[in-house]
C-alpha cells in the first residue's frame, strides 16, 4: 500500500510546531504528503480544545476528513493534540470512524501507530484488533524531534517551552499540556541558528508563557539571556515575542528588549481582564494598576510599541459595571491589537 499522508492542523502556532516534528517524522519514514485528503491512505487531524469553538472546529475537521473513508482512499483516520488528549473515549465513541487517539506526550508515537494502521489494512485486520490510544505523560520530556517549518522560509516560530504552572481559574491548559517545562538553552540556540540557515529571518518565541522560561530548569528566569545569544545568531534579524505573562515582566526583561535592537518592539501580553475583583476570581496574580504601570512603563522605555493582548469577557458573575470598566480601559490605553474571547 502506498503511504501517502495528509494532515490537518488546528489551534495556535504550539501546536503546528507538533504537526511540523510529526511530518517530518513520517516523511522520514517514508511517507509522502499530499495536499488532496481524497487521495491520502491516512490522515491526521491535530486539534485544538481550549474554547467551545476550537472544538466545535476540530470536531468538524475530523468529520470532514472521515468522509474520505467513502469518497477517497482513506484507511486510517489519526487525532491527535489537545483534543484528543481531553476526549480520547469520547471521539471513539461519537465518532467510530477514528482509527487511533495520541495523546500530547505521545507526538514520537506517530510513525509506530500509522505503520501499525497500513499493516492491518495490508493484512485485513484493520479494526480486528482494537483502536490504538497513546496517552504519554504529559508531565515528561519535552519531545525534541526535528521539524518540516511549514511557515514561509522567511519566518518561523521556535517554542522555548511546554505547559504551564499559572493555573488561571478558566484554563485548562495545565490538564492538557501538562507543568511547565523549559526546553534547555543549548537545544534552542541550535534550532534557531537551524532556521537561521534555512532562511528564517525572523524567529517568533513563543511558549504558553515565555516570560517563567528557565524557572524549572536553571531556578531562575532566563529569558532576558537567551534572548541576547538568539540576537547573536547571524541571520536573525528580528525577533518577536509571544505569550508573555504581565507580572513577570521586570526590570532585567525590559532592559533586554530596549537594548536588543534585533527585538521588534510588538509585545503580546494577554491581560484578560482589569477589574481587580475579575482578575481575582481568574487566578492572575495582578491588578488593574499593575497593569498600568506597566503599559506606561513599556512605552516609555520601547519607543514605537506595539501591544497586543487577550481578554475574556463574560466571565461568570461579571457585572455590567465590571465590563464597562474593561472597554473605558482598553480605549484609554490603546492596545493596538486584541483578541477578546467570550468566556467558554
Not at 481531553?86 to 505521545?106: C, H, N, T, W
Not at 518565541?205 to 532566563?222: E, M
Not at 466571565?315 to 473605558?328: I, Q, R, V, Y
Request: aromatic share 6%.
Amino acid at each position: 500500500m502506498d503511504k501517502k499522508l495528509h494532515m490537518v492542523s488546528l489551534g495556535c502556532a504550539k501546536n503546528l510546531i507538533n504537526a511540523e516534528q510529526m511530518l517530518a517524522a513520517l516523511l522520514e519514514a517514508g511517507y509522502s504528503y499530499c495536499e488532496e485528503p481524497e487521495e491520502a491512505d491516512i490522515i491526521i487531524v491535530n486539534t485544538c480544545a481550549f474554547i467551545e469553538q476550537a472544538k466545535s472546529e476540530a470536531i468538524e475537521n475530523i468529520l470532514e476528513m472521515a468522509e474520505y473513508k467513502n469518497s477517497g482512499a482513506l484507511v486510517g483516520l489519526v487525532v491527535t493534540g489537545c483534543l484528543a488528549q481531553r476526549y480520547a473515549d469520547q471521539l471513539f465513541e461519537e465518532m467510530p470512524e477514528i482509527d487511533a487517539v495520541l495523546g500530547v506526550g505521545s507526538y514520537d508515537e506517530i510513525v509506530e501507530v500509522c505503520d501499525k494502521i497500513l499493516a492491518d489494512a495490508d493484512a485485513g485486520k484493520l479494526g480486528e484488533t482494537g483502536k490504538t490510544v497513546r496517552m504519554g505523560d504529559i508531565n515528561g520530556p519535552l519531545c525534541e524531534l526535528p521539524r518540516l517549518v511549514t511557515t514561509p522560509e522567511y519566518t518561523a516560530y521556535l517554542k522555548i517551552a511546554d505547559g504551564c504552572d499559572n493555573h488561571c481559574a478558566y484554563c485548562i491548559i495545565p490538564q492538557l499540556r501538562g507543568k511547565y517545562r523549559s526546553r534547555e538553552m543549548g537545544l534552542i540556540l541550535e534550532e534557531a541558528k537551524t532556521l537561521a540557515s534555512q532562511g528564517a529571518k525572523e524567529i517568533i518565541v513563543i511558549a504558553q508563557d515565555i516570560s517563567a522560561y528557565g524557572l524549572d530548569l536553571y531556578g531562575k528566569r532566563c529569558l532576558p539571556e537567551l534572548l541576547h545569544k538568539i540576537c547573536a545568531i547571524d541571520g536573525v534579524e528580528w525577533v518577536r515575542l509571544h505569550y508573555l505573562y504581565p507580572d513577570e515582566i521586570d526590570d532585567e526583561l525590559i532592559e533586554t528588549l530596549a537594548s536588543e535592537p534585533k527585538i521588534l518592539h510588538y509585545l503580546d501580553i494577554p491581560i484578560q481582564h482589569v477589574s481587580d475583583r475579575i482578575l481575582k476570581a481568574m487566578n492572575r496574580r495582578y491588578t488593574r494598576t499593575d497593569i498600568e504601570n506597566l503599559v506606561r512603563t513599556l512605552r516609555k522605555k520601547l519607543p514605537g510599541l506595539v501591544l497586543r493582548t487577550s481578554l475574556i469577557v463574560g466571565l461568570p458573575g461579571e457585572t455590567d459595571e465590571e465590563f464597562a470598566e474593561l472597554c473605558d480601559f482598553m480605549q484609554r490605553m490603546k492596545f493596538q491589537k486584541a483578541g477578546v474571547f467570550t468566556y467558554s
